[in-house]
């Protein structure tokens, strides 16, 4: 909650070193970010004025020693407004290519020139374009804009932009295969000369810093007019080719003669990234049994999957003892939960842990070191999740060779700590209860190591059971549920005991039954 003399939320994304520089340089390099809320996500820039419930995002630039730092505010009243939907998104816009010549184009292969029916434009960012404005791996492309030199001749129908990752590094010919349509066919009215145009992509791009994103941008119009132009940033050996042509082929062109072409569209990106993380460590997929991701020190690595309402998602960073941090975003990069220290799987400064999903989708785990700093070991973050979450978990039980009861009840899921001595034989049954029962055991960081769901040693059919040789003194996790990972239908116990060998038959081959 922001105080009423507040005048908004303020970030500081850029910061420009030049011991000339003025204010005014400082505010012509800027652009405007895209502010969008819950529902209002059509991604266009706030107006000019305070109008129809939106506002003009502000800039304000310091210059001191030699730096300008340049905050940008969304101020309070666009924020409070009753019609407002929460969360709120800032998607910043950067500007690329800036370090080659600017400079312009009317050529009949350039997006907004019209004196053709049909045009195909196929140019070459290379991931080093990206990453030197500081658009991080992992991060989502949201839409592209590109600068217009003269007017187009004529209104622009079946605007297309496609993307393709790829590793080369320059062009000889159409490519033909693989492509995303990321906008489009739209009709995008006349270009006028002297403004940027930005296109939301329908399909976001998701930047991985291996590769260079191959853009195409095309044209499909029933006549001509003459006028039009791009201003274009080069020259670029090579990373570029076009044709145009009045009807004579079909969208998407491939047979359309190429010409290459040493210049790039002055253009923009628009992109979303997750609010810490600088690793993207690829996608895991949580399932009832526990699995483990690695990460690397001096890295912050975060993780896409995929969640299903009402399943409970859990995460440890218990292997590893610094002090680390969890956070969780929907695919909007929103976080939705996070945890520091003492959580449900570590105590103390190691993170962890539990969230239930409200709405099927793709979600980010992102670790850290706290609380947003690359890691000092490398480690592994535990995952997995259950159709029920856990209840009256996370207790010792202390087996010793007298048979022990530990009680459960319907709807949720079980798991407890025990220590454990080498080559001792532990015994566990849930054989009190007729459903269908599944048992894991792990060790005290959740890894697997194994698990019983029918015929066990101590009972037949579907009550599960175990009889488990310790492979090494330690501290262990035994997991209880009903069939796979559910919360149990019915009340029962959990027995356990241990055998400190020599043990008799009758220790590991008496079958329990209970009243």
Partial sequence: MMPDDSDGIRFKPVV???????????????????????????????????????????????????????????????????????????????????????????????????????????????????????????????GMGMYCYQTAGQAISNFRIRTLPTTATTMTSYVTTGWTVNYGPASIGTPLGGNWYDYTFSSNYSFNSSNNILFNVSRDNSSYTSGGGNYLRGTISSRAGYGYSDSGFTWPYDGMGFTTYDYLPSMRITYSS???????????????????????????????????????????????????YLRLYDSNYSQQTSNDDNGPFA??????????????????????????????????????????PYASSGGTITPTTSWQNQAYTSGNVYWYRFSATLNNIYDFSLCSNSEDSYLRIYDQHWNYITHNDDNGAHCSGLPASIQWTCPSTGNYIIQISNYSCDGFTNSGELAYRLCTPPCSYVCYCLPIYYM
């Avoid at 969230?355 to 995952?383: D, E, K, P, R, V």
């Fill in 274 to 324: 997750i609010g810490c993380g600088n690793t993207n460590s690829g996608s895991i997929s949580p399932y009832c049994q526990a699995n483990t991701a690695s990460y690397s020190s001096g890295t912050i690595p975060y993780w896409s999957f995929y969640a299903t309402a009402g399943r409970t998602y859990h995460f440890s960073l218990g292997s590893n003892s610094e002090d680390s």
């Fill in 16 to 142: 420009v070193f030049d011991g000339k520089i003025s204010r005014d340089e400082v505010l012509k390099q800027c652009e405007i970010p895209k502010i969008t809320d819950e529902i209002n996500n059509s991604d266009k820039p706030v107006p000019d004025e305070y109008k129809d419930s939106k506002y003009i995002a502000e800039y304000k630039v310091i210059i001191e020693d030699g730096k300008a730092i340049v905050s940008y505010e969304i101020p309070v009243a666009w924020l409070k407004d009753t019609r407002r939907t929460y969360p709120v998104y800032v998607d910043p816009t950067v500007e690329i290519l800036t370090g080659y010549t600017l400079s312009y184009s009317t050529n009949s292969g350039i997006p907004y020139n019209t004196f053709w029916h049909d045009q195909r434009y196929d140019f070459l960012v290379l991931a080093s374009d990206l990453t030197a404005v500081s658009i991080p791996n992992g991060a989502d492309i949201t």
């Fill in 347 to 388: 105590s103390g400064t190691p993170a962890s842990l539990s969230w239930t999903c409200s709405s099927s989708g793709t979600y980010y785990i992102s670790a850290a070191h706290f609380s947003c700093n690359n890691f000092y070991n490398s480690g592994s973050m535990a995952y997995w999740y259950t159709t029920a």
